[in-house]
């Protein structure tokens, strides 16, 4: 009896540590510009459900990862704090996506470049094979992206390929490239992967059929609104239209969190500053939920045009708004609307109109 309790003991700890070596070792390196000494970094697992999966803290410019992994995975390196990124707040915190696997993965964070979020990580196969075709010439990428996944040991790409596409059946193609052992690994995320593609093809199409169905209002008469600015005082549309030093006045449909929006505002603040004096007065209606979160990206951002909050309003329906940016021009002196796009030339549009 006690050489059989000695033996399941032995055999319990065998299998212990078999597990612990099942584990890979996994080593992430990295230096960081336009982040705060001390911020909190965090790791997002994409193909566990955005799981966090390990933490670290900025010192003097550099971080270190030591998460343990069963199987490769796809992360999102994120700042916890997303106010710590003083070099670029527009991402909310979002900083490189990479993957996981054994090894010794070496990311280089530059806050301050917008591109260099999507450039990866180095020093792994996965992560080079990844950072290659990231960083590579657009016209070539598909073919690059051909290449890896039909290579055994970059294969496993194929689920960041496959969420990429919008068409279902080209995503089961790609899909194939795994082994069947991958295929099992990973067969949960493969499952909410396709359904995502559906969705996303679905967004695709409706935003389309939108697009084609709508009816543009120029010609028409703007259409009164009053909502919040940042200090809570309430700003009727009719007063900027109707103010005597104002010529013209840019509408702005927009959110913090629309990538293409956020975009334009360089555009918008060289056309202010070219223009307001001459007449020129924008007011940005923006669709965001969180008060605080716009207010401080406003202030952040040096807007100095009108901003009010409408959130989900009645305005969106009445204008239309299918996606944003949407952008509209008001004559003051007519009241019609002269433009009806999302991105409008506007310098060569006032260039014409507000004449020295």
């Not at 995320?189 to 995502?196: A, G, R, V």
Request: with cysteine; glycine share 6%.
């Amino acid at each position: 009896m006690k050489i059989t309790t000695q033996f399941i003991l032995l055999a319990s700890l065998m299998l212990a540590l078999a597990g612990c070596r099942s584990e890979e070792d996994c080593i992430v390196k990295g230096t960081v510009q336009g982040v705060k000494d001390g911020a909190k970094l965090v790791l997002q697992d994409e193909w566990n459900k955005f799981k966090v999966i390990s933490e670290a803290t900025v010192e003097n410019g550099t971080f270190e990862f030591h998460p343990r992994i069963s199987a490769p995975t796809h992360v999102f390196l994120y700042a916890k704090d997303y106010e710590d990124v003083y070099a670029n707040p527009n991402d909310w915190g979002q900083l490189k996506d990479f993957f996981l696997e054994s090894g010794t993965i070496l990311v280089d964070v530059h806050a301050e470049d917008e591109m260099d979020m999507c450039k990866g990580a180095t020093g792994t196969t996965l992560n080079d094979a990844y950072h290659r075709i990231q960083t590579t010439d657009p016209e070539v990428r598909e073919a690059l992206w051909e290449a890896v996944i039909r290579d055994e040991r970059t294969n496993l790409l194929a689920l960041e390929y496959a969420g990429n596409q919008t068409d279902l059946t080209r995503a089961s193609e790609i899909l194939e490239c795994l082994s069947p052992d991958q295929a099992k690994t990973y067969k949960k995320y493969i499952s909410t992967l396709k359904k995502n593609v559906v969705r996303q093809a679905n967004r695709a199409e409706s935003k389309k059929k939108a697009a084609e169905e709508a009816v543009s209002l120029v010609g028409q008469h703007y259409m009164d609104m009053e909502y919040p600015d940042p200090d809570g005082v309430q700003v009727r549309l009719s007063s900027v239209v109707d103010n005597p030093a104002n010529r013209f006045v840019i509408l702005d449909f927009w959110a913090t969190w629309c990538g293409p929006c956020v975009q334009s505002i360089p555009t918008l603040k060289e056309v202010y500053a070219k223009y307001h004096d001459k007449g020129l007065e924008i007011y940005g209606i923006s669709q965001d939920t969180k008060a605080k979160e716009w207010k401080s990206f406003v202030a952040e951002n040096e807007m100095p045009w009108i901003n009010v909050l409408s959130g989900r309003g009645k305005v969106l329906k009445d204008y239309g708004i299918q996606f944003i940016p949407t952008v509209f021009l008001i004559d003051c002196r007519t009241g019609e609307i002269l433009v009806h796009e999302a991105h409008p030339d506007l310098d060569a549009i006032l260039s014409g109109l507000l004449i020295d």
